[in-house]
């Protein structure tokens, strides 16, 4: 059984491509270029289920069409429109992983978000908050932006630059942001 802890999300099944059950998946995270998984995992009415693929094809760069194992028609693929896609974090080698290593920014979705209290840092010890998890990223202009949301479920949009980034930690998928507090409370 697959448990959530061994799976982050990558995106979602948007359409059905053809009569023969392929599916269009569109990406959030790049993670599927950079692992080695033959399975993809569904979350099905909270179950998360493997599903072994037989090909794909890219369809730009945020998107691919699959062929999954036993899916055969259209009308088998079309039970799947809507699902979550996840990925396992086995098939991924992230030890060494920065944001450079990224091939997109938007890879960064579902990582949870710590900032820089530079009140309460040492010289010793790196003190941060919690800014909550990224759920979204604009970067279709110069100026990424990071929609974050925190636990109330407020949304705040915070910039993004590398000079900002202090550590990024794909195994905990999270990352600390060194950022002046004037663009963390622009939006308040």
């Given at each position: 059984?697959?448990?959530?802890?061994?799976?982050?999300?990558?995106?979602?099944?948007?359409?059905?491509?053809?009569?023969?059950?392929?599916?269009?998946?569109?990406?959030?995270?790049?993670?599927?270029?950079?692992?080695?998984?033959?399975?993809?995992?569904?979350?099905?009415?909270?179950?998360?289920?493997?599903?072994?693929?037989?090909?794909?094809?890219?369809?730009?760069?945020?998107?691919?069409?699959?062929?999954?194992?036993?899916?055969?028609?259209?009308?088998?693929?079309?039970?799947?429109?809507?699902?979550?896609?996840?990925?396992?974090?086995?098939?991924?080698?992230?030890?060494?992983?920065?944001?450079?290593?990224?091939?997109?920014?938007?890879?960064?979705?579902?990582?949870?978000?710590?900032?820089?209290?530079?009140?309460?840092?040492?010289?010793?010890?790196?003190?941060?908050?919690?800014?909550?998890?990224?759920?979204?990223?604009?970067d279709s202009s110069m100026n990424v932006l990071f929609t974050i949301t925190?636990?109330?479920?407020?949304?705040?949009?915070?910039?993004?630059?590398?000079?900002?980034?202090?550590?990024?930690?794909?195994?905990?998928?999270?990352?600390?942001?060194?950022?002046?507090?004037?663009?963390?409370?622009?939006?308040?």
């Amino acid at each position: 059984m697959i448990r959530q802890e061994e799976v982050f999300k990558i995106g979602q099944i948007t359409r059905t491509h053809g009569v023969k059950g392929e599916l269009e998946v569109q990406f959030t995270d790049d993670a599927f270029d950079r692992g080695d998984a033959e399975y993809l995992v569904l979350e099905i009415d909270g179950i998360f289920v493997p599903f072994f693929f037989t090909e794909y094809r890219y369809k730009g760069s945020q998107s691919a069409l699959f062929t999954f194992e036993d899916i055969e028609s259209e009308v088998d693929a079309r039970r799947l429109v809507g699902l979550k896609v996840f990925y396992p974090f086995a098939a991924l080698d992230e030890e060494d992983m920065d944001a450079d290593d990224l091939h997109s920014l938007k890879a960064l979705t579902g990582y949870h978000v710590y900032a820089v209290d530079e009140e309460e840092s040492t010289e010793d010890e790196l003190a941060t908050y919690d800014l909550g998890e990224i759920t979204h990223v604009d970067d279709s202009s110069m100026n990424v932006l990071f929609t974050i949301t925190d636990d109330d479920g407020d949304e705040r949009l915070v910039p993004f630059h590398q000079d900002f980034l202090v550590e990024l930690d794909a195994k905990d998928r999270s990352l600390i942001l060194d950022i002046p507090m004037e663009l963390i409370t622009l939006n308040d």
